[in-house]
């Protein structure tokens, strides 16, 4: 039975445009960054400013838009004051909720801001209720985003034994290990997205035209190689072409992104309070798109429930911006695994 | 400075680990941590198995460690986080927020695993206050940050560093060893068997790059920080883990203790651990770095 409760679309605003996009097209919130390594998106021209940040939430709020802040990388000693100075500004200007990571910091928030809502990142690496209800009693968590690791079946078990609404992703780019957990950048190119806010940061990657075929190079080491009018793609290297025992092969993932829309019904079923739409770093047009196409889908499983099937149509609309990427049903779908 | 064994991340036959415990009880070691910490599939050894070894190794004078696994996903996963939580004749490393909080509720001290994130003072101190009586570094930690943690490191708190072996770097939901073999992580037939220390990838030019080990990967090189024992315990390091490796293991804890005794010199210590590791060493995390790196002393 579909619960009567908002099932809410969550989606990435990198900026102020894709803010605004997402917000016209449907978002029931959206999730930002700061322009630092407070954030697990920290890239070059992206995330807001202070008078960005509060020009977007008027924004937002004014369509009845929630705004919601990722905090989501571990401070450390030495620059712990730059996280707590931005608690403190998601506090006063007004965003609906922030994404934290780091326990330190959930204390502080908790006890320095007791109305500011916190929701656990994926970056948090809880993937059971027990972990999650850790955070629940300690720091008063009301929502948590779940890693990429689950099948719908523990997906269901988690909704089931937390108070803490569970948001889950639903599109875009998928992180083959558990979010949080994962030191392969840093090991490669010296920064993770647990300290710097990257994954296999752009200042580290090289192009070569050989002849050999195009060379993608992380940090000198060599992710993948494409030869004429093979599709080039960027060198995140777990997304890499490697050999082991003398066979090439995509040894981790494939080039692909996660797409769970036909699962909406049950997601919706199961008591998922809320679905993310990843790609902070991707276009306006790209934001709007996405959103337009999934606010369709939500809504229409909403309304139609176990008969819902993902047209054509918005299939159509989301290739047209994810450049025909191959999608997959990542870990909800148990042979994934 | 104290020497700890890691656990075992590796999935041997239950024989070969038996007699691996059985020669670790005579090594000059003094920390064990015990238990699979990588896959639920794996099952030579079961929690009853761990706690007989950890009997064992506590008569020959150790302190042995049940260590929880690090990715939990199901019920059943619960279920044995749960008995291991209930052990109470030895300590315990919870690898994951849900293990502190049933180690917390049984208010029994505990250590606070590499995979907990710990990156900073107060959430440290936080963990400190539910009981844990040791942290473990995360890996990629370097030499300036640990500084700013010892710093403020709560009374009585001991510090532990990965010191010696590939680092595991990543887990996943799924399964890159069975993946290797095109058969499903339900249908895996314990290929990561065949792989003692894990199965090397290589970039297209030949160089070692990562190593699968189940839904583990770690680096391809071996972590190495013969030469940093200076630093080490000048930054107040109480206990450096070095992570078992197929063969040569109990040589690998002589060298790091002969090392620390000062019995043997770092250029010595370094060719002999040459000899007998399973690939090319990096130290960078310690300095900073990229991982891979290697930094000459």
Redesign the interface.
């Known amino acids: 039975m579909l619960s009567g409760k908002p099932f809410e679309l969550v989606c990435p605003a990198g900026a102020l445009p894709a803010l605004k996009a997402a917000v016209d097209n449907g978002a029931d919130c959206v999730y930002t960054g700061f322009k630092d390594n407070t954030n697990a998106r920290n890239f070059v021209g992206l995330n807001f400013d202070d008078a960005q940040m509060r020009e977007g939430i008027r924004y937002a709020h004014a369509r009845r838009a929630k705004v919601l802040l990722a905090l989501n990388t571990?401070?450390?000693?030495?620059t712990?004051s730059r996280w707590t100075a931005a608690v403190d500004k998601a506090a006063d200007f007004g965003i609906d909720a922030v994404i934290l990571?780091?326990?330190?910091?959930m204390?502080?928030a908790r006890a320095k801001h007791p109305q500011l809502r916190l929701h656990l990142s994926v970056q948090?690496?809880?993937?059971?209720?027990?972990?999650i209800?850790?955070?629940r009693?300690?720091f008063g968590i009301q929502r948590a985003v779940l890693p990429?690791?689950?099948?719908l079946a523990?997906v269901e078990?988690v909704v089931n034994n937390t108070q803490a609404e569970i948001e889950v992703f639903g599109f875009g780019g998928l992180c083959?290990?558990?979010e949080?957990?994962?030191?392969?950048s840093?090991?490669?190119?010296?920064e993770?997205p647990?300290?710097a806010g990257v994954c296999s940061p752009g200042k580290a990657v090289r192009w070569e035209q050989t002849g050999q075929g195009m060379e993608a190079r992380l940090?000198g080491?060599?992710?993948?190689?494409f030869a004429e009018g093979e599709k080039a793609g960027y060198p995140t290297l777990?997304k890499g072409?490697?050999?082991?025992?003398d066979?090439?092969y995509y040894?981790?993932?494939e080039p692909t992104s996660l797409n769970s829309m036909e699962l909406l019904p049950r997601l919706i079923e199961i008591g998922v309070k809320a679905i993310k739409i990843e790609g902070r770093q991707r276009s306006p047009a790209y934001v709007a798109q996405v959103t337009r196409v999934w606010r369709a889908a939500i809504d229409a499983a909403l309304r139609e429930k176990r008969e819902f099937t993902v047209r054509d149509s918005w299939m159509a609309e989301l290739n047209k911006v994810s450049e025909g990427n191959m999608h997959t049903l990542g870990?909800y779908y148990?042979?994934?695994? | 400075m104290k020497l700890a064994l890691g656990p075992p991340l590796y999935y041997w036959p239950r024989q070969q680990m038996l007699d691996f415990y059985e020669t670790i009880a005579e090594a000059p070691v003094d920390v064990v941590y015990l238990g699979e910490t990588v896959c639920s599939r794996r099952h030579e050894l079961r929690l009853p198995d761990w706690i007989d070894i950890a009997g064992l190794l506590a008569a020959a004078g150790k302190q042995a460690v049940l260590a929880t696994q690090?990715?939990?996903?199901?019920?059943s996963?619960?279920k044995t986080?749960r008995k291991l939580a209930e052990e109470k004749a030895f300590l315990a490393e919870a690898n994951?927020?849900?293990?502190?909080?049933?180690l917390a509720e049984s208010r029994r001290p505990f250590v606070a695993g590499p995979?907990l994130?710990v990156?900073?003072?107060?959430?440290?101190?936080?963990?400190a206050r539910l009981g844990a009586s040791r942290w473990v570094m995360?890996?990629?930690m370097s030499r300036?940050?640990l500084a700013?943690?010892q710093?403020?490191r709560p009374a009585g708190l001991e510090t532990e560093v990965f010191a010696y072996g590939r680092?595991p770097?990543?887990?996943?939901?799924?399964?890159?060893t069975a993946?290797?073999y095109n058969l499903?992580?339900?249908d895996c037939q314990f290929k990561c068997m065949e792989y003692p220390d894990g199965?090397?990838?290589?970039?297209?030019?030949?160089?070692g790059?990562?190593t699968?080990n189940g839904i583990q990967?770690q680096?391809a090189r071996v972590y190495n920080l013969i030469g940093e024992i200076g630093e080490l315990r000048a930054s107040g390091v109480d206990i450096l883990r070095l992570s078992p490796q197929s063969q040569h293991t109990p040589e690998l804890i002589d060298i790091f203790r002969a090392r620390l005794a000062g019995e043997m010199a770092t250029e010595e210590a370094r060719s002999r651990l040459d000899v007998i590791g399973i690939a090319e060493s990096c130290n960078?995390?310690w300095h900073?770095?990229?991982?891979?790196d290697q930094i000459a002393a």
């Not at chain 1, 072409?241 to 025992?245: I, L, V, Y």
């Not at chain 2, 199965?199 to 160089?207: F, G, N, S, V, Y």
């Open positions: 571990y401070p450390q000693v030495d712990w990571a780091d326990p330190g910091l204390e502080y948090g690496s809880a993937t059971s209720y027990e972990a209800n850790f955070y009693e300690q990429r690791v689950l099948a523990q078990q083959v290990m558990v949080g957990r994962c030191a392969l840093a090991y490669v190119t010296g993770s647990n300290t940090n080491m060599l992710i993948d190689r777990c072409r490697f050999e082991a025992n066979e090439t040894a981790l993932e870990a148990r042979p994934w695994k | 690090t990715l939990i996903e199901s019920e996963d619960l986080l994951d927020m849900g293990a502190v909080r049933l995979f994130n990156y900073n003072g107060a959430t440290l101190a936080m963990l995360p890996v990629e300036e940050a700013g943690l710093a403020s680092l770097l990543a887990f996943s939901a799924r399964c890159f993946r290797h499903q992580k339900d199965l090397l990838i290589r970039t297209r030019e030949k160089e790059f990562l699968l990967t680096s960078g995390f900073g770095k990229p991982g891979l």
